[in-house]
């Protein structure tokens, strides 16, 4: 039976994609493994691969098509045997490619289903890989293949899983949920939107899914996440003038280290130091990380990217430059991968390179701080001996999430920040 492609989920906020390119036409052979398209996510573009064998019957969807909801039908692969007339007779969409290995996701609005019944899924929303004959056997006898675990390659179920299985006995009803509170007022449509300006001359800029999902997140973000913030002035003079000497002995390397290198790891160290506030609200707990997992934001066109850097309380400042660098660029190139911008406790926000002295923040869940910077500032300030004097002063705001990090320990960790920085060369110990 010709198996129909889906569009899949390559990131766990996509719902939809932009079909930026085949890479295989109708006719051609394609065996597990092979790259069957790129797909432009609400993150990056991704290159998308095959699981099964066969042959490319028809291409249902077209380059360039935008808005292709998640497990539609994009094309179809016929098995020995199979010609394109058989197609029509398709009963039910298979899934026949593989996402990339992804992180752990979070929680997201689930997708549209298609008009066709759509491939298997678990009850957390993953899609379940498995052949088309596993899935007729498992239909016939009744087994729910979220429950088996695949033995064929990237763990997808084949015959021989499904038939060494046992039925499932039937799950007992659930009790009816309460009903929903009733949802808070939204802000004007937007209809009524256009109708205050119709009489305007304005251009419409059309949503990507970037700029989608960063609405969505952000509004879900201020809503729902009890956000207090935390404020301090940090003197920068000892950190600017350590920067300089250490630049001085890198130059050989090609290494320049910014003021953003030592911010990183300033906050690695402090997670480390202030231990339960390296934790992440997880909806019924609070899950507390070992390792410092720090995000950096980090601006593209339409939109930004919050890459991960992971261990980086064990990484050199070097190290932590090179790997800053290469995510950015990549981020901006949209060319990184789910696990490389998705996880971390803490994030950081660093404005100060376009002038802004200081600013709030906004938390990207589930992370449990972000940690605003602004610029650094010749200021006029007090000495321990009550002389006045003038130092570069940068101003930082610790946005925190109250059901993760109450406000003593939030200062606690914005302490251990600040000393880190005023303090540069102790980082290095």
């Given at each position: 039976?010709?198996?129909?492609?889906?569009?899949?989920?390559?990131?766990?906020?996509?719902?939809?994609?932009?079909?930026?390119?085949?890479?295989?036409?109708?006719?051609?052979?394609?065996?597990?493994?092979?790259?069957?398209?790129?797909?432009?996510t609400d993150k990056a573009t991704m290159e998308f691969?095959?699981?099964?064998?066969?042959?490319?019957?028809?291409?249902?969807?077209?380059?360039?098509?935008?808005?292709?909801?998640?497990?539609?039908?994009?094309?179809?692969?016929?098995?020995?045997?199979?010609?394109?007339?058989?197609?029509?007779?398709?009963?039910?969409?298979?899934?026949?490619?593989?996402?990339?290995?992804?992180?752990?996701?979070?929680?997201?609005?689930?997708?549209?289903?298609?008009?066709?019944?759509?491939?298997?899924?678990?009850a957390d929303g993953n899609r379940i890989f498995s052949?088309?004959?596993?899935?007729?056997?498992?239909?016939?006898?009744?087994?729910?293949?979220?429950?088996?675990?695949?033995s064929g390659p990237r763990g997808r179920i084949v015959?021989?899983?499904?038939?060494?299985?046992?039925?499932?006995?039937?799950?007992?009803?659930?009790?009816?949920?309460?009903?929903?509170?009733?949802?808070?007022?939204?802000?004007?449509?937007?209809?009524?939107?256009?109708?205050?300006?119709?009489?305007?001359?304005?251009?419409?800029?059309?949503?990507?899914?970037?700029?989608?999902?960063?609405?969505?997140?952000?509004?879900?973000?201020?809503?729902?996440?009890?956000?207090?913030?935390?404020?301090?002035?940090?003197?920068?003079?000892?950190?600017?003038?350590?920067?300089?000497?250490?630049?001085?002995?890198?130059?050989?390397?090609?290494?320049?280290?910014?003021?953003?290198?030592?911010?990183?790891?300033?906050?690695?160290?402090?997670?480390?130091?202030?231990?339960?506030?390296?934790?992440?609200?997880?909806?019924?707990?609070?899950?507390?990380?070992?390792?410092?997992?720090?995000?950096?934001?980090?601006?593209?066109?339409?939109?930004?990217?919050?890459?991960?850097?992971?261990?980086?309380?064990?990484?050199?400042?070097?190290?932590?430059?090179?790997?800053?660098?290469?995510?950015?660029?990549?981020?901006?190139?949209?060319?990184?991968?789910?696990?490389?911008?998705?996880?971390?406790?803490?994030?950081?926000?660093?404005?100060?390179?376009?002038?802004?002295?200081?600013?709030?923040?906004?938390?990207?869940?589930?992370?449990?701080?972000?940690?605003?910077?602004?610029?650094?500032?010749?200021?006029?300030?007090?000495?321990?001996?009550?002389?006045?004097?003038?130092?570069?002063?940068?101003?930082?705001?610790?946005?925190?999430?109250?059901?993760?990090?109450?406000?003593?320990?939030?200062?606690?960790?914005?302490?251990?920040?600040?000393?880190?920085?005023?303090?540069?060369?102790?980082?290095?110990?």
């Open positions: 039976m010709p198996t129909e492609i889906l569009m899949p989920a390559l990131s766990p906020t996509m719902e939809e994609g932009t079909l930026a390119k085949w890479l295989v036409k109708e006719g051609d052979t394609v065996s597990s493994g092979d790259l069957l398209a790129e797909i432009e691969e095959a699981v099964d064998e066969g042959v490319v019957g028809k291409i249902l969807v077209a380059e360039g098509s935008e808005g292709v909801k998640v497990n539609t039908p994009i094309a179809v692969l016929l098995e020995d045997g199979e010609s394109a007339d058989d197609i029509g007779t398709t009963s039910a969409p298979t899934a026949a490619a593989a996402a990339p290995e992804a992180a752990e996701p979070e929680a997201s609005a689930p997708a549209e289903a298609p008009q066709s019944a759509p491939a298997p899924v678990a052949s088309p004959l596993a899935r007729r056997i498992a239909a016939q006898k009744g087994i729910d293949l979220s429950q088996i675990k695949g015959k021989a899983d499904v038939e060494n299985a046992q039925p499932q006995a039937e799950a007992p009803a659930v009790a009816s949920a309460p009903a929903a509170a009733a949802p808070a007022p939204a802000g004007p449509s937007a209809d009524a939107v256009s109708k205050m300006y119709q009489d305007r001359d304005y251009e419409e800029v059309k949503l990507d899914g970037m700029r989608k999902t960063i609405a969505a997140r952000l509004t879900e973000a201020k809503q729902t996440v009890p956000h207090f913030y935390l404020r301090r002035d940090i003197k920068l003079d000892a950190l600017l003038e350590f920067r300089g000497t250490l630049n001085g002995q890198l130059a050989e390397r090609g290494v320049k280290l910014s003021v953003n290198d030592f911010i990183i790891k300033a906050c690695a160290l402090a997670l480390q130091t202030v231990p339960d506030a390296n934790a992440v609200w997880a909806g019924d707990k609070i899950l507390k990380l070992t390792p410092s997992d720090v995000a950096v934001a980090v601006a593209i066109e339409g939109g930004l990217f919050t890459p991960v850097l992971k261990d980086a309380h064990h990484k050199s400042l070097s190290a932590l430059s090179a790997e800053m660098k290469d995510l950015a660029g990549r981020a901006r190139d949209r060319k990184l991968a789910p696990h490389e911008y998705q996880g971390g406790s803490f994030a950081i926000s660093n404005l100060g390179m376009f002038g802004i002295d200081n600013f709030d923040a906004v938390i990207n869940p589930p992370h449990g701080a972000i940690l605003a910077v602004g610029a650094g500032v010749k200021k006029p300030v007090v000495g321990k001996d009550g002389e006045l004097g003038v130092a570069t002063v940068m101003s930082v705001t610790l946005s925190v999430d109250h059901r993760v990090i109450d406000g003593a320990l939030g200062a606690q960790l914005l302490q251990a920040i600040v000393d880190n920085l005023e303090n540069p060369l102790a980082m290095l110990a």
